[in-house]
């Protein structure tokens, strides 16, 4: 049997507008993936472009060095153009490149990605690892694809895709992600749950409704392996909401505490307002968790009430208090363009951020990602919502511009954006974060706000995705 060469190219970032595009951290779905088929004795490598900084000609150039059989590629949604003309482009000069598409848009849009897109000969939807081993077996095998799961593909202009996988409930069993196939770095992630069981109305959620966890033992035997074998000195934990079950987060807090694996080293969680108390921080802190950022999402009480978050502002003050007194550096994250927005409760929103005053805070703009509940009440007409792009370049929270309101024009949108960040940073004399932000997110969002103050629609607004998808 011959065996497939394959790689997993995280590919270049279009521009450099959110943090995800030059990350100092590798991406650990890639990491899993390729962890997996060396499991399974798949030949396998790995280039992180965003983490290398690689510009799309010189990953061009390193691929056709490397003539993989199959490229597997994944892609955000506003990015997914661009990955598709590297798709593109790699066919026109190596057509016997496979290239399999895999990440969170090709999980929420299977089909709909395939149509558009034609230089992607298959799509990964859903956790990707089995399904992408069982594509490398029928490949060199020449088996029959119809019966693998989670897998959509072409054959002679027609689209298939197979039966949605089901979750995997066994993560412990999962092999730690292949970061050796990386370059080596300082910051790495852990993932220690998939899946998470909020109803936000703006999110996503790829890995499901369903939390699945790991134990306790597989978490702290990672944490160890990174700080040991890989030289980690910051780890982040990605889980969607980390602490959603308080007595789990206890029991790694307390084995990461009694194996002492964690002296020198800095660990971030993500979590919600509610779902933190003083003895969590409490342990959080002494095992050397030094930040800690909370979706807050809204400064007016029943905007957030609508938002499906199912938090309060009171909440929110608090649990920001009490990390602020424990000794974290805090991050908050909120969101203009909610159904209902008004100039007022936009200010509420930049006001009560401003109050807060966490370390860091982002102020994005509500983007209506696929089928989310806001895409979902666009369609309907609801919500007082206008469309103003169909572009999938246009669908970043940062940068982007997809909906209006009929209460809040995109332009106004914008400045309340931009007036968020000036207030949350200048009002708190915190000037040194407030350069940063004007070197490394506000070059975007100024090229975006001349572009609101000179015309309604940015060139392309109205073009179908069928036309953006042949431009590229």
């Not at 003309?85 to 089909?111: D, S």
């Not at 992630?189 to 890995?207: A, H, N, W």
């Not at 609508?306 to 991050?331: C, D, E, H, N, Y």
């Not at 929103?349 to 696929?370: E, H, W, Y």
């Amino acid at each position: 049997m011959n065996r497939l060469n394959v790689l997993l190219l995280n590919p270049p970032p279009p521009r450099i507008a959110e943090a995800h595009d030059a990350p100092d951290y590798p991406h650990l779905g890639l990491a899993y993936l390729a962890a997996y088929l060396r499991s399974r004795d798949c030949p396998v490598a790995v280039i992180d472009a965003k983490l290398e900084r690689t510009s799309v000609a010189e990953a061009i150039e390193r691929i056709g060095r490397m003539q993989p059989d199959l490229l597997g590629l994944t892609a955000y949604t506003p990015e997914v153009v661009h990955v598709a003309a590297l798709a593109r482009q790699i066919k026109e000069r190596w057509p016997h490149i496979r290239i399999v598409l895999g990440g969170i848009h090709a999980t929420v849009l299977p089909r709909e990605t395939l149509e558009e897109f034609p230089w992607f000969d298959f799509l990964v939807f859903g956790e990707g690892e089995v399904t992408l081993h069982e594509l490398v077996q029928a490949l060199e095998t020449s088996a029959p694809l119809d019966g693998i799961k989670g897998l959509g593909y072409r054959t002679n202009d027609a689209i298939h895709l197979g039966e949605p996988r089901a979750w995997n409930t066994r993560l412990d069993d999962l092999p730690f992600p292949a970061w050796d196939l990386f370059p080596r770095t300082e910051h790495y992630s852990i993932s220690t749950t998939r899946g998470c069981p909020f109803k936000c109305i703006f999110c996503t959620r790829p890995y499901g409704s369903q939390v699945r966890t790991r134990s306790a033992g597989s978490v702290v035997r990672e944490f160890t392996e990174l700080v040991t074998q890989h030289g980690a000195k910051r780890i982040t934990f990605r889980d969607e909401t980390f602490g959603a079950n308080r007595r789990r987060a206890l029991e790694i807090v307390d084995a990461l505490l009694k194996e002492g694996v964690t002296e020198g080293v800095e660990f971030y969680v993500g979590s919600r307002v509610d779902t933190v108390d003083e003895e969590l921080l409490r342990k959080l802190r002494q095992a050397g968790c030094t930040v800690i950022g909370f979706g807050v999402e809204s400064g007016n009480e029943e905007i957030l009430r609508k938002s499906g978050k199912g938090i309060t502002l009171a909440q929110a003050r608090s649990s920001v208090a009490l990390a602020r007194r424990l000794g974290f550096k805090t991050g908050s994250y909120f969101i203009l363009g909610f159904p209902g927005e008004t100039p007022r409760t936009a200010w509420d929103t930049i006001n009560f951020a401003r109050q807060l005053n966490t370390d860091s805070v982002s102020i994005g703009i509500m983007i209506p990602f696929p089928r989310t509940e806001i895409d979902e009440m666009i369609r309907r007409g609801e919500g007082g919502y206008r469309r103003v792009s169909y572009r999938w370049a246009d669908y970043n929270k940062q940068t982007g511009a997809v909906v209006e309101l009929e209460s809040m024009s995109r332009r106004t949108l914008v400045l309340f954006q931009i007036l968020g960040y000036l207030m949350c940073y200048g009002c708190n004399l915190r000037f040194g974060s407030l350069l940063r932000i004007l070197r490394y997110r506000f070059a975007e969002v100024g090229h975006m706000a001349r572009n609101l103050l000179s015309r309604r629609d940015p060139p392309g607004a109205s073009a179908s995705r069928h036309d953006a998808a042949k431009q590229a």
